[in-house]
């Protein structure tokens, strides 16, 4: 492989891996907002349970309302039975005073219920409070981990850049400008490893013809069919070979 077909391949895996860095950093937003839903959906849930709680407290202050209500009407009923003259009206009062105590266990057995399910939400919004504190810190602990990785990326990005903007200015144009013009249409992979006779671009058959002529050539050789420039890796000799890394399998 001549040198400058050598440095087109190196400047390829400079490029692909940026470009890979450069999409990991785009998806760490998606990432931090996703810490973000997460930890307002469980501060929704506390905010829907403490105003189920409110609303409970509030039903059972209305109910122990009624039930001092009807404490006052027993009393006044049980005041007013010393006072009646008549049988029919003795009995009509015992039976508002049945009625008024039938109200009153009613309304006892509302209010111990109540109790007992505002002791079970109380836990549950206890719970709920613990849950939101350890998301809280989750939450800053994931930001301040995708803020590190973010800012390590950015720096190993730098790095890759300095180094492609370095080595692309030491290959010369007839191999720089047409590798470039490929690159843009193929989506960065402009050069692909010829192995086992096949094309690793597109993976057709590469004619043996064409691969001596790719080993003996001075400039670039394209593929008959997807037109990406080709190369014989310097590993593979003359038999097969994986495909390295940075070449990639894309579809033609």
Same mark, same amino acid.
């Given at each position: ?5 050598? !440095?087109? +391949? ?8 940026? #470009?890979? +860095?450069?999409?990991r950093i785009a998806a760490i937003p998606a990432e931090v907002a ?16 403490? /105003? ?5 407290? =509030? ?13 006052? @009407? ?9 006072? %009646? =003259? ?13 009625? *008024? ?6 309304? #006892? ?16 919004? $206890? &719970? ?6 350890? @998301? ?13 990785? /973010? ?19 030491t290959i010369p144009p007839e191999y720089l400008d047409p590798f ?5 249409? !193929?989506?960065?992979? &402009?050069? +692909?490893?010829? $192995? #086992?006779?096949?094309?690793?671009? *597109?993976? +057709?058959? %590469?004619?043996? @013809? ?12 394209? *593929? #008959?069919? *997807? ?26």
């Amino acid at each position: 492989m001549n040198e400058g077909l050598r !440095r087109l +391949v190196r400047l390829q895996e400079l490029m692909v891996t940026s #470009d890979a +860095v450069a999409e990991r950093i785009a998806a760490i937003p998606a990432e931090v907002a996703r810490l973000e839903k997460d930890l307002l959906a469980a501060q929704e849930d506390l905010e829907k349970a403490r /105003a189920a709680m409110q609303e409970m407290q =509030k039903d059972r202050r209305r109910l122990e309302g009624e039930l001092m209500a009807i404490e006052t @009407k027993i009393a006044k009923y049980q005041s007013q039975l010393l006072e %009646v =003259k008549t049988n029919k009206e003795y009995q009509t009062m015992l039976h508002e005073i049945e009625t *008024c105590k039938a109200e009153r266990a009613t309304h #006892d057995e509302r209010i111990l219920l109540e109790m007992e399910e505002t002791e079970k939400r109380g836990a549950a919004l $206890r &719970a709920l409070e613990e849950r939101l504190k350890e @998301k809280r810190r989750a939450t800053e602990e994931g930001k301040k981990r995708l803020d590190e990785t /973010a800012a390590a990326l950015r720096r190993e990005q730098e790095g890759l850049e300095g180094e492609r903007r370095a080595l692309a200015a030491t290959i010369p144009p007839e191999y720089l400008d047409p590798f470039l013009k490929v690159a843009r249409q !193929r989506k960065g992979l &402009a050069l +692909v490893a010829v $192995r #086992d006779e096949l094309c690793g671009g *597109c993976h +057709v058959r %590469v004619m043996p @013809k064409l691969i001596q002529q790719v080993r003996r050539a001075t400039g670039l050789i394209a *593929c #008959d069919s *997807c037109k990406r420039y080709l190369y014989v890796p310097e590993d593979t000799h003359h038999g097969p070979s994986a495909e390295p890394p940075s070449a990639g399998s894309p579809a033609q």
